[in-house]
């Protein structure tokens, strides 16, 4: 079956422009995770979702930081006025209740 | 603070030879302890978890991996190595849900793993 999928795969866009990031989880995975993977760290936990519902947003870097999932599937990740250090890979993972987390590709933004 | 450590950021080992990627964790409880591979420009695939039970853990690939908790530890293993498994590995726990963060991966930051043919 069809894995995480995300988009774009990259994306470039100036400082202080707003971007969005799409996610398609896993069919039947309630849970939906966004994770960040800056150059030479580990991966970071931004949000996590619940079905439609975000219980969890303590990973959020700022308040441009931003995140919506609708119909329990579908997850848009958005960051507006982007400064150069939101620059990383952003992943998004999903699960089915308390299972373990399937990854997607990632989305490579870069902020010039 | 609930982390977790990857002491090495890179380990180097001739094919055929045996390997281990070395991991620990300060989280309160028994947390779920999970090792993921990432191949360049590819996301996470799931290599292996802990839960309960046996503390060493079969996975993916040949790879193994042993819980220890007197020592917080759980590294990973393989007893004979491939090129093929040059790769980024990440060591991951996910907390009990009594200490929060049950919903959510902590990781290591990661340790690249070098097969020399």
């Known amino acids: 079956g069809a894995g995480v999928s995300q988009s774009p795969s990259n994306k470039v866009t100036e400082k202080g422009k707003d971007v969005e990031l799409r996610c398609d989880p896993i069919?039947?995975?309630?849970?939906l995770y966004w994770y960040r993977q800056s150059l030479g760290q580990g991966l970071e936990f931004l949000i996590y979702?619940?079905?439609?519902?975000?219980?969890?947003k303590s990973g959020l870097p700022s308040d441009r930081f931003s995140a919506e999932r609708t119909g329990g599937s579908v997850s848009t990740l958005t960051i507006q006025r982007t400064q150069q250090e939101d620059s990383a890979v952003y992943l998004c993972?999903?699960?089915?209740?308390?299972?373990?987390?399937?990854f997607g590709p990632g989305t490579r933004l870069t902020v010039t | 603070a609930q982390s977790v450590a990857q002491p090495e950021d890179q380990v180097n080992v001739a094919e055929g030879n045996p390997l281990t990627v070395k991991c620990t964790y300060s989280?309160?409880?028994?947390?779920?302890l999970f090792w993921y591979v990432q191949y360049p420009n590819r996301g996470l695939q799931f290599l292996l978890k802990?839960?309960?039970?046996?503390?060493l853990v079969k996975g993916s690939y040949g790879f193994e991996a042993e819980f220890n908790k007197s020592q917080t530890s759980f590294h990973l293993k393989k007893p004979s190595a491939l090129v093929s498994d040059s790769a980024l590995y990440f060591c991951?726990?996910?907390?009990?849900?009594?200490?929060?963060?049950?919903?959510?991966?902590?990781f290591g930051a990661g340790t690249r793993l070098a097969v020399h043919p």
């Open positions: 993972a999903s699960s089915p209740m308390r299972g373990e987390q399937y």
């Open positions: 069919s039947g995975h309630t849970a």
């Open positions: 979702f619940q079905g439609n519902s975000a219980p969890d």
């Open positions: 989280v309160s409880g028994n947390p779920y």
């Open positions: 802990y839960i309960t039970g046996d503390n």
């Open positions: 991951a726990v996910r907390p009990p849900s009594f200490s929060g963060g049950y919903n959510k991966l902590i």
